[in-house]
């Protein structure tokens, strides 16, 4: 695995933690997605109650060379609501399934966060002045007797405490009947989608009354229905492409110049099963939880429930490369369908495009060649593309001081336990590591717990 | 369970269920198959049936569980094994599985078994402009033929009454306090829209061909109970609201109203109305005073406020 030997490998520290400390984990507080901005400057995440929190870089210190700057938070606010439909009689969750940045164009930050329903963008502006000295009225906001008003003088702007503001600028709502799973920014910057149970809409982002319909794998008898969309992307760098995964492990790649609804894709990915690990839950652990494209748009990522498949857009039949996440969970997958651990949506992500990193895909021309994912006992994972080897670490508060490396952990799958080991029987699979980002420039990563959010930066030496 | 530290007891019987699946034809692990596979019918209905979230539930957990559901019984109408199969709830193992059964026949020629939805016979046309999202929601709830349908004697496809949905789970909630009686009368609610006298009966106005084979084909495998609408509420992705519904269909308020006589919304409605008087035939044994339909009736406002707690689900 990645160790502490050769000179290209990431040695990860940790840097911070952010959350409640206690065992007791008030179920709002769960996290429910992480997500860098463009910049890497700040960092978003959401909650099952509904609330985002962003965390803003502090600006590098030139002194302190050996660190990059820490991790604040920057603003918090309620984005979603629990809201009840009261002709279903049900209630609808506040929670905050995904949250997708804009890259910046002026002094404001844009995001899009959304529940099961509705889709916000959120203007995130900051204000440091404000205008004292009007005639009208008092520093306290009551109005002055206009007859005790004897002077006129020019309102100022006078320097005030930094104050980040939220404000919703559009709400995108009442256009799915199912559960949204994914957004997807497009790369012109203007549209997005949302992906949902059964259909795909596209949105722009001006425009919140209106949006059009390009997948709808709905049957027309809901009897018939055997397959679910499960998360969707826009390809990054061209805007009429997109990817959608379903629960039974395909992938479909769809192209919107070749029809307004795209109901036959362009291409569809699938691994024929291997027929000596099958099993009653073949199907179920063959369910794709999270896709992502690499940097480039060569290649894209799928995460299942045991695996992450690195898939070669030019080639259909199969993937070129799978990592097996913890492939000791294949003998326990019963036990696991009972308490539903099996039904865990675990996501990946890719390596930040950063200029060490490139130096290391000197074989690959592309810059994604690292990819890191979540399992149980709250350890991740990361495999390196290039050189094949892996590494599991953990997240925990204890024994992780600042700037010491963390120590690899290892899975006993069965036989004799190692010393350091830990058997499969000990694991906890209620501390699970669904949500994981990669910073976009630069060797730090944000892995949430089910409460705490915890940051790791590479050692600099 | 795995758990944090928890250690195993049972390795053997461990190794029978969680071990690699065997093919059904060896001789002594065709037991521990057997086995297997019953455990993981069973589980597989008590997640459907037993959860009762105050959301909506996961559609792509309801239809992976079903998918599972669905393979276990074609296994087993492959074995020709007409052994009954343990139902773990007192609820109806088996509404879900004999619809599906009955809507295949239909689509059977056209959609062999690896069919993906996506490339079935779709109601939607390659248009050339792009679909606004908001016309998705013309697509009826009658998702196919009514000869199609499955009876409406065991939890009716839910597709034929789109409202009937919260209408019913919160019936399902009533019932839960009051025993069975009512619920055949409660069957005979939904197709009161369409006939006018509500007979248990005549509940299945729309039984299919196929159903009265099927029954006695498998006679033991799975006891519906008549008029549980459990499974409605569970497999959340058989009713499927429109959003024309929501915002043209005129909403029957009669059950908030003083005044039941007055009948809900009419012929054009795509709603099944419940009247108050099958309201009312379904709330006769828990309200303390004897009503007969067609009478106007008084509630207490306190009998109704409790109710309506009921209904709200608090």
């Not at chain 1, 990361?382 to 080897?389: H, P």
Request: glycine content about 4%; some cysteine; hydrophobic content about 35%.
């Amino acid at each position: 695995f990645l160790g502490a030997g050769g000179g290209n490998d990431i040695q990860w520290c940790f840097s911070q933690v952010k959350g409640a400390v206690d065992d007791d984990v008030a179920e709002a507080d769960i996290i429910s997605t992480v997500e860098f901005n463009h910049s890497g400057e700040l960092l978003a995440t959401g909650d099952k109650g509904g609330r985002v929190v962003i965390f803003q870089q502090e600006q590098e210190n030139k002194t302190q060379s050996h660190s990059r700057g820490e991790y604040n938070v920057y603003s918090t606010f309620q984005s979603h609501e629990p809201e009840f439909d009261y002709l279903k009689s049900l209630e609808i969750e506040e929670k905050i399934n995904k949250i997708r940045w804009l890259p910046q164009k002026n002094a404001a930050q844009f995001l899009l966060s959304t529940n099961d329903k509705t889709i916000k963008l959120w203007k995130i502006s900051e204000r440091d002045k404000r205008p004292e000295g009007y005639n009208l009225k008092e520093e306290d906001g009551r109005y002055r007797d206009p007859t005790t008003v004897t002077t006129l003088r020019v309102p100022v702007f006078r320097p005030m405490d930094l104050m980040v503001e939220a404000s919703p600028r559009r709400i995108f709502a009442n256009a799915h009947t199912y559960h949204i799973n994914s957004i997807s920014i497009n790369s012109d910057y203007e549209t997005y989608l949302s992906a949902d149970d059964l259909r795909i809409n596209l949105w722009h982002l001006e425009i919140t009354d209106r949006s059009f319909n390009i997948v709808d794998i709905k049957p027309a008898n809901m009897e018939e229905l055997t397959e679910v969309i499960t998360a969707a992307e826009f390809h990054p760098n061209s805007c009429s492409t997109f990817v959608y995964s379903s629960s039974k492990g395909t992938i479909r790649l769809c192209d919107m110049r070749a029809s307004a609804l795209c109901d036959r894709h362009s291409k569809l990915f699938e691994e024929p099963e291997d027929p000596s690990n099958r099993s009653f839950f073949s199907e179920i652990i063959s369910s794709i939880s999270d896709v992502k494209f690499s940097h480039s748009g060569r290649y894209m990522m799928t995460r299942d429930y045991l695996s992450v498949k690195i898939w070669d857009l030019n080639m259909e039949n199969r993937p070129v490369e799978t990592y097996q996440v913890h492939e000791y969970l294949r003998s326990k997958l019963c036990s696991l369908y009972e308490n539903d651990c099996i039904f865990d949506k675990f996501e990946c992500c890719w390596n930040g495009s950063d200029r060490q990193v490139k130096f290391l895909s000197l074989c690959t021309s592309d810059l994604s060649n690292i990819v890191m994912t979540g399992s149980y006992n709250n350890f991740f994972r990361m495999f390196d593309r290039n050189t094949k080897r892996d590494i599991t670490l953990e997240a925990s508060r204890e024994n992780n001081k600042p700037r010491t490396v963390l120590k690899p952990r290892k899975v006993c799958a069965s036989g004799k336990r190692k010393k350091d080991e830990i058997s499969v029987d000990s694991l906890d699979f209620n501390k699970k590591i669904l949500h994981t980002a990669w910073h976009p420039k630069e060797n730090i990563i944000a892995v949430a717990t089910t409460n705490n959010l915890y940051i790791f930066q590479d050692k600099m030496n | 369970m795995l758990g944090k530290g928890g250690k195993r007891k049972f390795d053997e019987h461990e190794d029978g269920l969680e071990g690699k699946v065997v093919s059904p034809t060896d001789g002594p692990s065709k037991v521990s198959y057997t086995l297997q596979r019953q455990t993981i019918f069973n589980i597989s209905l008590m997640k459907l049936y037993n959860h009762r979230p105050l959301t909506e539930p996961s559609l792509q957990k309801t239809v992976l569980i079903n998918n599972m559901l669905r393979r276990i019984q074609e296994e087993l109408k492959q074995e020709g094994s007409l052994r009954p199969m343990f139902v773990a709830t007192s609820q109806p193992a088996d509404p879900l599985s004999d619809t599906f059964r009955e809507a295949q026949p239909p689509f059977g020629h056209l959609a062999p078994p690896g069919l993906l939805p996506a490339e079935l016979v779709s109601t939607m046309p390659l248009e050339s402009c792009l679909t606004p999202a908001s016309l998705l929601e013309d697509d009826t709830f009658c998702t196919s033929p009514a000869a199609q349908h499955d009876g409406a004697t065991k939890p009716p496809p839910a597709a034929l009454q789109p409202v009937k949905d919260s209408f019913s789970s919160a019936l399902d909630e009533i019932e839960e306090l009051c025993p069975a009686p009512t619920s055949a009368e409660a069957v005979a609610a939904e197709p009161a829209a369409h006939d006018s006298k509500a007979q248990p009966s005549e509940s299945d106005v729309h039984k299919p061909e196929g159903l009265p084979e099927s029954r006695t084909a498998e006679p033991k495998l799975m006891e519906p109970l008549p008029g549980n609408f459990e499974i409605t509420a569970s497999t959340g992705f058989l009713t499927d609201l429109t959003l024309d519904d929501i915002l043209f269909a005129d909403i029957d308020t009669s059950m908030y109203d003083f005044d039941p006589c007055t009948s809900a919304a009419g012929a054009a409605s795509k709603m099944a109305p419940v009247s108050a008087d099958e309201l009312l035939k379904t709330l006769a044994p828990y309200s303390s005073q004897p009503v007969t339909p067609n009478q106007p009736f008084k509630m207490d406002l306190t009998e109704l406020d409790h109710i309506m707690e009921v209904l709200v689900g608090s």
